[in-house]
């Protein structure tokens, strides 16, 4: 079975939606990072996250990459549907730290407060 998310709340957007926050039918919450761009699709690096890491990465305490190599495991999406309707996830069988998906360390959703935690994650 396919696992499925919507993204609920964009988390910083230039020229489309760039990191994007999630959750799917069963109560599990997720990140999304555009990494890509498949003809008129984007594409996104997506893992899951809990509401304890969800909360310290909005509040700058977290960084993005640390909150996407603390994930168990990670997901690619197709941009295929309207925001905010259903996307399937293809979960990815090598570590993400092998790929060219990362952000650097630091990254923060825009707003957030400069934390001394920042970019340790």
């Known amino acids: ?8 709340d964009v988390l910083d ?5 760039q990191l994007f ?3 799917d039918d069963h109560g ?4 999304g990072v555009r990494v890509d761009a498949e003809g008129e699709r984007d ?3 997506v893992v899951g996250a809990s509401t304890a890491s969800l909360e310290r990465f909005r509040a700058g305490e977290l960084d993005l990459r640390g909150l996407m190599l603390a994930a168990p495991e990670w997901f690619l999406t197709k941009a295929d549907a309207p925001f905010g309707e259903p996307m399937a996830l293809s979960p ?5 730290s092998a790929t060219d998906y990362l952000p650097l360390p630091g990254l923060t959703p825009p707003g957030a ?4 935690a920042r ?3």
């Open 1 to 8: 079975m396919t696992k499925r998310m919507r993204a609920t």
């Open 13 to 17: 957007y230039y020229d489309g939606v």
């Open 21 to 23: 926050e999630g959750a």
């Open 28 to 31: 599990g919450r997720y990140v």
């Open 43 to 45: 594409l996104y690096a």
């Open 92 to 96: 990815q069988a090598r570590p993400l």
């Open 113 to 116: 407060p400069v934390s001394a």
């Open 119 to 121: 970019g340790t994650g």
